[in-house]
């Protein structure tokens, strides 16, 4: 079966430039996470929906990222006006876990997002 | 003091050799841990969930010891192909998962 999707795969922007980032979770998945991860450091927790609700929005880094999955299936994560700082990969996990806590998340492939 | 705490490495290994990773994690309420893998411009994947005092899989080992919060890997007869980095992810009470920096190995021929 069709694992998580991530898209675009690469993105390159100018700095101040909006930029969308979308995930396809695994069908029937209840949760997703997004995490950001710079080179050589481990994935960076930023945000957790629960189908279309938002429960925890504690890792984004600033008020220029906003994260949406209003239908309770596929997510996009927006940046707006993108600082040099916001260069990474940006990984979309989805787990089939309502609640439970061990339920492992897999991860897409990740956007790879270079601010110019 | 970070969450979590593994040593980045790189561990250099001639293929067939035992290796073992040490993580340590800061918060006492985890309840469950994951190693996970990463190759070189992938993503993520998960390798073993470690829900009690540990876990075996082939040629895989972790040991879980909360009393002193640090989880454990061990791969005996490394392959060519273990070569990656090793995440260690502990998961505390909420649904959010608090990476490592992760432990980077090589496995040489």
């Known amino acids: 079966g069709a694992g998580v999707s991530q898209s675009p795969r690469y993105k390159v922007a100018k700095r101040g430039q909006d930029v969308a980032l979308r995930c396809d979770p695994i069908s029937g998945h209840v949760s997703l996470f997004w995490y950001q991860q710079a080179l050589g450091q481990g994935p960076e927790f930023l945000t957790y929906f629960q189908n279309e609700a938002q429960l925890d929005k504690s890792g984004l880094p600033s008020d220029r990222f906003f994260a949406e999955r209003p239908e309770g299936s596929v997510s996009t994560l927006k940046i707006q006006r993108t600082q040099q700082e916001d260069s990474a990969v940006y990984l979309c996990a989805s787990s089939s876990s309502g609640g439970k806590v061990d339920q492992p998340q897999h991860f897409g492939d990740g956007t790879r997002l270079s601010i110019l | 003091r970070k969450e979590v705490e593994q040593d980045p490495g790189p561990f250099n290994v001639p293929e067939g050799a035992t290796v073992a990773f040490n993580c340590t994690y800061s918060n006492s309420a985890s309840q469950s841990f994951f190693w996970y893998r990463q190759d070189c411009r992938k993503e993520p994947k998960l390798l073993m969930s470690?829900?009690?005092s540990g876990n075996e899989d082939g040629r895989f080992t972790a040991q879980l010891n909360r009393a002193s919060q640090y989880i454990s890997l061990l791969i005996r007869d490394s392959k060519l192909s273990d070569s990656a980095t090793y995440l260690c992810?502990?998961?505390?009470?909420?649904?959010?998962?608090?990476f490592g920096g992760g432990t980077r190995l090589m496995v040489k021929p």
């Open positions: 992810v502990p998961r505390g009470a909420g649904n959010m998962l608090t």
């Open positions: 470690v829900y009690s």
